[in-house]
């Protein structure tokens, strides 16, 4: 329980200025599935997983993702992204339990 | 004799159409009930928009043969991007799920090239649909077929709460 939440990810050495990179993320997470009874109705409370991810260049919103139970546990997302100038990049992770999960990293230019 | 015959004939269908309809109607009912999911989610988010179910531009890499359903590795790509179009969301919908829509990505100028990927959770084989948008409010869509031998949506019945 205590490594939940830990995030990973990966960008590329060289970004150049104006071409797409891939950025890749991992999140430590259960992403609980939704319990039912013997009946098959499902038991109402609420459940530890991952609602929103969100991420910042610059502290400007560039991407947002809303996950269901659908997706698997320690989601993986990768997505591409691109840059004129070096700036910083930063996760975020929300969780039902309230709980948030961030991490940042320079991006470096190379012209 | 011929008559006899007859009656009991008659009567072995009726009991047999009886004794399978219980069975019968529950299957229709389920399988009614998953293309009302998918149909009502689709109604829900697009309020009856077209949408081009056979694009060629969308390209989605996914194993065709997935041993575990509870992390199936899915990516799309998008081709032909016009110097003037991003792609502003993107919709993941699992169709068999009971819940179909698994994620909806939102992008901006700077991350809408449509190329994204992520791991998902099947309860059986499915289709998964992937919906773009793009900043013309056009809709376009494609979808894969992936046979899962072992479902990953659903707790083991042994973990069941009594």
């Known amino acids: ?111 | 004799m011929n008559n006899n015959k007859r009656n009991f004939l008659k009567s072995l269908g009726a009991y047999g159409l009886m004794a399978f309809n219980p069975l019968l109607s529950n299957y229709a009912n389920a399988m009614k009930s998953l293309v009302e999911n998918y149909n009502e989610a689709l109604k829900s988010n697009f309020n009856g928009q077209q949408i081009n179910f056979n694009s060629d531009r969308i390209i989605i890499k996914a194993p065709k043969l997935a041993e575990n359903g509870s992390s199936v590795p899915v990516k799309t790509s998008l081709t032909n991007l016009n110097p003037d179009e991003y792609i502003s969301k993107i919709w993941y919908i699992v169709n068999e799920n009971q819940i179909p829509f698994a994620l909806e990505f939102s992008f901006t100028k700077e991350t809408g090239f449509g190329d994204v990927g992520t791991q998902l959770r099947f309860s059986k084989a499915s289709k998964i649909t992937a919906i773009y948008k793009n900043n013309h409010n056009e809709l376009f869509a494609n979808a894969k077929f992936i046979k899962v031998i072992n479902g990953g949506c659903g707790i083991s019945k042994d973990k069941i709460r009594k």
Do not use: W
């Open chain 1, 1 to 111: 329980m205590s490594k939940q939440g830990r995030i990973r990810f990966s960008i590329p050495k060289r970004i150049k200025k104006n071409v797409p990179f891939r950025i890749k993320s991992i999140i430590r997470h259960p992403m609980e599935l939704p319990e039912h009874n013997k009946d098959g109705t499902p038991i109402l409370k609420k459940y530890n997983t991952i609602h929103t991810m969100k991420a910042f260049i610059n502290n400007k919103e560039i991407m947002s993702i809303e996950f269901s139970s659908a997706v698997s546990s320690n989601p993986y997302i990768q997505f591409k992204a691109i840059i004129s100038e070096s700036s910083e990049l930063k996760l975020l992770y929300l969780d039902q339990l309230n709980n948030q999960y961030e991490k940042t990293r320079q991006l470096k230019v190379i012209n």
